[in-house]
């Protein structure tokens, strides 16, 4: 799967060969974030990656062809995101990512965006939060 980004009148294609380890990854978030809810739901203690106190773990991503920090525009305002939660990957190709902001706290939005895993060449984890979450995303 390649990677196109176009900017300056340019393009440039990529292929990211650890496609697999950064979906694994972000599968892995995935699943943690999950079981924090279950267990948030039932009173169960806390697994080892995240406590049951909280259910996300935010995430930066950059880019596999130049190393830029991503960032996704909030709605129709001029603020920016560049901390995402993890909400669901779909196999090795997408990842839906809800936007965070950060102004001191970091804050859930209501706000997803669709990332190809192919164009993510690093990530970047950052202590767990609480995000509301809806019954949807216990499945």
């Known amino acids: 799967m390649a990677c196109c980004v176009t ?9 990211n060969v650890n496609n697999g380890s950064i979906a694994q990854l ?13 267990a948030n ?3 169960q203690c806390d697994n080892c990656m995240i406590s049951a106190m909280y259910n996300t773990k935010p995430i930066a991503i950059y880019f596999c062809n130049n190393g830029t920090r991503f960032e996704a525009a909030v709605g129709e305002t001029e603020t920016t995101a560049n901390l ?21 706290e970091v804050t859930c939005t209501t706000y997803t965006i669709v990332v190809r895993i192919a164009c993510i060449g690093a990530v970047q984890c950052f202590e767990p939060i609480n995000c509301e979450t809806l019954c949807s995303q216990l499945i």
Do not use: S
């Not at 300056?8 to 292929?15: A, F, I, K, V």
């Open 7 to 15: 900017g300056n009148n340019t393009t440039t294609t990529t292929t």
């Open 26 to 38: 972000l599968k892995r978030i995935d699943q943690i974030q999950k079981e924090a809810i279950l």
């Open 41 to 43: 739901a039932t009173n």
């Open 84 to 104: 995402f939660r993890v909400e669901e990957v779909r196999g090795d190709e997408t990842v839906v990512l809800r936007l965070l902001t950060d102004d001191g």
